[in-house]
């Protein structure tokens, strides 16, 4: 019994000693920013003390730190049964939010919440807490863009950040890779280049980059070539030989008439602690976008402009401001021609780690920040977008789960529907009207058709069937004005709508739809009275009543549809009063009828009032009342035509 008491002291004595070793080693990996290798070995002290700590601890934050987080919630689930403080709930909810467990965030943010009077930290969890309810209802902002991997290109490993320069397609790769990054666990990532056009990709030319030599151990991702083709800038770093530089920055060759030269240490690093990375040309070429966490950001990695100095160096870096830049992390600014600007975060509202926005300005010049969907977006990393054809086609990187491996690369394109053409076919027939018969076809009748804007978009003369075709847009107003020498010229408004079909439910892509109307021009002859119909006048009342007004208004147009004639208008009345009563009143209602013509726009000088009393009446010795109301009438003549 004693003996076998001491040899499970000495068993004990020797897995305490190799736990401590491993402890040591794995702390030492994580503090050197080997985060795989941490992951690696602290996870082989949790096979045996799954409570243990310090375990849980760093291997929760060596996911975190190698952009893993989604991996990390087990560990920090542990973390907050024995240490519940802000921190732990915090990455526990943004583990948990990579995840898509919305509800399970939600709760871990709220009671992170519990554990701070911080108010910076406070506005970071109602950040969070933010984030998640605005993705619920986040739009695409391209409805009917596509999204595809590339499988062809991709490979097992990080394949991202592709750019397209003179029918070139540059990108990251850790093919053909020596060595492991310690931090990930995977081969370091080199440039690679091969030939393109548009979204069509060479996978069979795949090489090296060409320009400048691959350096071994050190990572070298996210080139950007300027718009004339004669800088590369890209981010170099991540070595372990304590002779290079501790940290990524950004490094620039240039074309020197016979091929590029060596890549050279940028001065927008401005230290050589900082880490600088992902960086991107305007449209012009005179400014510099990338990414770095240098002191005075809003967040980890926030975004940065530096303008092209006379020298052709960078320099003068400023932060873009906090209204792009977060709390979290913003990466991969692209400008777009039309100065609206891309880039990735982890801190806007979003659908779970990195997401592409976009930044650009509403009707009141305010820049404001939209996220590019789902249709765009994943639960996982989304970033490196880059155009082929703006906005309709290009590039992005994704680690999202339908991936070939690490990162991927996918390619867009604008699938949106062809329209369904409709269009219009409006037959116009011109007549003229014959007083006893019925309308006679006018020939040789100008048809003018104008649309809302009053702008003349066809003409015509009627053919010798007094037709005049238009062809016209659905859902549309317009106006058609038709003229004759010896007629009256009329305009009338003609609408399209509701009378098309739909388009999402026509198969055809073209569908013409006919439609006819027929307008009737009026002879105009020197002193021949035209009977306006429906003027009516209160017993004894030269007021214009609302029913007469309607019919003046039809004399209205006519006088604006013809603005060469002067006309009488003239009153008459019945004869059961006298004939003075009678003149008077006739009087005061044609010049009633006048001022309420005037009224309208219509020139004085262009009107004659005059009152005829019981002196021209149709139908001597009425008897009826039918026979009287043929007698009161309104007319007008056309009493000159000005040339």
Not at 37 to 49: G, H, S
Not at 81 to 90: A, G, L, S, V
Not at 97 to 108: F, I, R, S, T, V
């Amino acid at each position: 019994m004693k003996n076998h008491f001491l040899w499970t002291l000495f068993l004990g004595l020797i897995l305490l000693n190799a736990c401590k070793s491993l402890q040591e080693k794995g702390t030492e990996q994580y503090l050197s920013g080997e985060y795989q290798y941490a992951i690696n070995t602290f996870k082989q002290i949790l096979e045996e003390d799954p409570e243990n700590q310090e375990a849980n601890q760093i291997v929760a934050e060596s996911y975190r730190l190698s952009n893993r987080v989604e991996l990390a919630a087990p560990y920090y689930e542990k973390l907050v049964e024995e240490d519940p403080n802000f921190e732990n709930y915090f990455f526990l909810g943004q583990s948990l939010k990579a995840q898509q467990e919305d509800e399970k965030a939600k709760e871990a943010f709220e009671k992170a919440r519990e554990y701070t009077q911080d108010e910076s930290l406070l506005a970071r969890v109602n950040q969070e807490l933010s984030g998640i309810e605005f993705a619920e209802g986040i739009e695409n902002y391209w409805p009917y863009h596509e999204l595809v991997n590339y499988r062809e290109l991709n490979t097992s490993g990080p394949d991202y950040a592709p750019i397209v320069s003179e029918q070139f397609l540059y990108f990251t790769s850790a093919r053909q890779a020596s060595g492991i990054y310690p931090a990930t666990g995977t081969p370091y990532t080199k440039l690679f280049r091969t030939r393109a056009e548009d979204l069509r990709v060479d996978v069979s030319g795949i090489q090296p980059l060409p320009e400048f030599q691959n350096e071994e151990g050190l990572n070298q991702a996210a080139a950007a070539i300027s718009p004339d083709g004669n800088t590369i800038i890209y981010a170099r770093g991540n070595s372990t030989s304590p002779r290079d530089l501790p940290e990524t920055a950004l490094f620039a060759s240039y074309f020197r008439g016979s091929g590029f030269s060596q890549p050279i240490w940028m001065p927008v690093n401005e230290d050589e602690y900082w880490w600088n990375s992902t960086p991107s040309f305007s449209p012009d070429g005179e400014e510099l976008f990338f990414a770095s966490n240098r002191p005075g950001g809003f967040g980890g990695i926030d975004l940065y402009k530096a303008t092209k100095l006379a020298n052709g160096d960078f320099g003068n870096a400023v932060n873009l401001g906090p209204n792009i830049n977060t709390a979290g992390n913003e990466l991969f600014p692209r400008m777009a021609p039309d100065g609206k600007f891309f880039f990735a975060s982890d801190g806007h509202p979003g659908f779970g780690k990195l997401d592409l926005f976009v930044a650009e300005s509403n009707e009141d010049g305010e820049q404001i920040i939209k996220n590019l969907g789902e249709n765009i977006n994943s639960s996982a990393d989304d970033f490196a977008i880059f155009f082929t054809d703006y906005p309709k086609e290009g590039f992005l990187s994704s680690n999202r789960e339908d991936g070939v491996g690490d990162d991927d690369i996918y390619y867009f394109e604008d699938k949106t529907p062809t329209p369904k053409i409709v269009n219009v076919l409006l037959d116009v027939t011109t007549k003229e009207r014959v007083a006893g018969e019925e309308d006679q076809i006018l020939e040789q009748a100008r048809v003018v058709l104008y649309d809302e804007e009053n702008k003349q978009i066809g003409g015509d003369f009627s053919n010798s069937r007094g037709q005049v075709r238009f062809t016209m847009e659905p859902e549309s107003d317009y106006t058609i004005i038709t003229s004759k020498n010896g007629y009256f010229s009329k305009s009338i408004a003609y609408s399209t709508r509701g009378k098309t079909p739909d388009p999402s439910t026509l198969v055809q892509d073209v569908t013409n739809v006919s439609l006819d109307t027929t307008i009737v021009l009026d002879q105009l002859i020197l002193d021949k009275s035209i009977i306006l119909e429906n003027i009516y006048y209160d017993l004894d009342k030269a007021e214009i009543r609302a029913d007469a007004a309607v019919e003046l208004d039809k004399l209205v147009q006519i006088l604006k549809d013809n603005p060469a004639i002067r006309i009488e208008l003239s009153s008459h009345t019945d004869a059961r009063s006298s004939d003075q009563y009678n003149l008077d009143l006739s009087q005061r209602r044609a010049q009633s009828a006048v001022d309420y013509i005037v009224s309208q726009g219509i020139d004085e000088d262009r009107l004659v009032a005059k009152g005829y009393g019981e002196t021209q009446l149709i139908i001597e010795n009425a008897q009826t009342e039918e026979e009287h109301q043929v007698n009161r009438r309104t007319e007008f003549k056309v009493i000159e035509i000005k040339e």
